[in-house]
């Protein structure tokens, strides 16, 4: 050994720099590491868990929430379809109540001409029956009395000129009376054609009665409410007076526009069951605009040994006196407040 070198002595390596820095770690070292990163894994885990469960809840309330949205939704659907099928129900309902009405003309028109076969049938068999080769001589009409079937078989002619007033009359006014109550306490909505069809109320009667016997069948009455008011009071006049005089007589109807005339048929049609074909000049009834080809007309009837009746439309400002002149007329008067601007009243009438 040289002098120079020396023996290193412990205390010269304890006085030496740290080495344990740059040592390799120890197995137990490296285990501890790996435990503390498991540890940190696990509880990055637990903290994902707890997200993830979270976000299950999350989306499982969301989940709830629109079930119970869309359930409300199909529930609120299910009561609108239900609104809209009860009033689909009620549309069809009214659709076919609204055809019943529309067809209702047709019904009345086939039960009235079945009706009118087999009392046809019945008095010619009856007529049949009572067959004599022998002629005899007239029996006079007034001293025979209506039976039922009589009432509802064709009426039987009567005198040209009418006076209901009068007492040579007596059988004619109970024939009426009958009427009357008839359309008033049993209405018919099926009869035959020219027969009221209509409900007639007390006030109704009232009028008709008040024309026939108190006017004698000349003369006006106070105008109600409405046209079809009076369309209906004048339909009962027809209808009696058809059932007295059958196809003589003939309603001419006096009114100042076209307008009006189309509610007088069409009321007049509904009330008596006939059809167009029983409106024209050569027909059951007539319409007018003018008052003297209302007059030519009415002339021609009478020479025609035909009953006119003038029905006066309440419109009318004034009235030709030539119309007087005929045995069977009905006017309307409007209200007091109209006629007060017009130049000709039905004062005089009254």
Not at 166 to 185: P, V
Not at 240 to 261: C, K, M, Q, T, V
Request: hydrophobic fraction near 35%.
């Amino acid at each position: 050994m040289n002098a120079d070198e020396q023996p290193i002595s412990d205390q010269a390596v304890e006085a030496s720099p740290d080495s344990s820095d740059f040592a390799p770690a120890t197995p137990e070292q490296h285990y501890q590491t790996l435990q503390q990163e498991i540890a940190d894994l696990s509880a990055t885990k637990a903290q994902l868990q707890q997200q993830i469960d979270q976000l299950q809840s999350t989306m499982g309330r969301l989940v709830q929430e629109s079930l119970s949205e869309l359930q409300q939704r199909k529930q609120n659907l299910q009561i609108a379809v239900e609104q809209l099928e009860r009033r689909q129900e009620r549309v069809q309902a009214e659709m076919k109540k609204s055809f019943a009405g529309v067809s209702q003309d047709l019904a009345i028109r086939v039960q009235g001409f079945k009706d009118y076969l087999v009392n046809s049938l019945q008095d010619l068999v009856i007529a049949t029956e009572q067959l004599d080769l022998v002629p005899k001589p007239a029996v006079p009409l007034a001293g025979t009395t209506p039976s039922e079937k009589v009432l509802a078989s064709e009426p039987k002619p009567a005198p040209a000129n009418p006076q209901f007033a009068e007492q040579s009359f007596q059988e004619q006014t109970r024939q009426i009376r009958k009427l009357i109550d008839q359309y008033r306490n049993t209405p018919n909505y099926y009869g035959q054609p020219w027969q009221l069809r209509r409900t007639f109320e007390p006030i109704h009667a009232e009028r008709v009665s008040t024309w026939f016997f108190n006017l004698g069948g000349r003369g006006a009455l106070r105008s109600l409410n409405s046209r079809l008011q009076n369309i209906l009071i004048a339909s009962a006049v027809t209808s009696i007076l058809r059932y007295l005089y059958g196809d003589r007589l003939r309603a001419l109807i006096l009114a100042n526009s076209p307008e009006r005339l189309g509610d007088w048929r069409r009321g007049l049609q509904d009330c008596l069951g006939i059809t167009r074909n029983d409106v024209g000049p050569d027909r059951g009834i007539g319409l007018f605009e003018s008052p003297d080809s209302l007059v030519l007309k009415a002339d021609r009837l009478v020479k025609e040994d035909k009953i006119p009746l003038i029905l006066i439309d309440d419109s009318e400002e004034q009235v030709n006196l030539s119309m007087l002149q005929f045995p069977l007329w009905l006017a309307f008067a409007p209200e007091p407040q109209l006629r007060q601007s017009r130049s000709t009243s039905f004062d005089f009438f009254e």
